[in-house]
């Protein structure tokens, strides 16, 4: 088995699914040589602060956004905790009826989506 490790650091907090997962695609992208299968990918978060800590605003971003995001990932928690985990997906998911299956509650995620999408 051959395994490796890469880690990079936000410029800024963030508790936006998008901006992790395309951060961690990004290092996967630029680490990963496809000689090796890939049998298990994980992600780690680390330095965690908590959400009402003051961050200083970055002035070419865009803070409304950002904001939406946060808010439909709230969305999307609040119908998966009320309804079930498979209440709502991201449509790239039913490309892989085996996938799409996968409880991401169970602490096991399979990112299928953002390597063929």
Avoid at 9 to 38: C, G, M, S, W
Avoid at 59 to 69: A, H, I, R
């Amino acid at each position: 088995m051959y395994s490796f490790s890469r880690q990079i650091h936000l410029r800024q907090p963030t508790n936006i699914t998008n901006e992790i997962v395309t951060a961690a695609f990004q290092l996967f992208k630029d680490n990963y040589k496809l000689e090796h299968p890939i049998r298990s990918l994980g992600i780690r978060a680390a330095d965690l602060v908590l959400d009402y800590i003051p961050v200083q605003l970055d002035l070419f971003g865009n803070q409304e956004k950002k904001e939406k995001l946060e808010k439909l990932d709230r969305t999307v928690d609040e119908i998966r905790r009320r309804f079930g985990y498979f209440s709502i997906q991201r449509a790239a998911m039913y490309q892989d009826k085996v996938l799409s299956h996968l409880d991401a509650g169970t602490h096991t995620i399979h990112p299928h989506s953002y390597f063929h999408g």
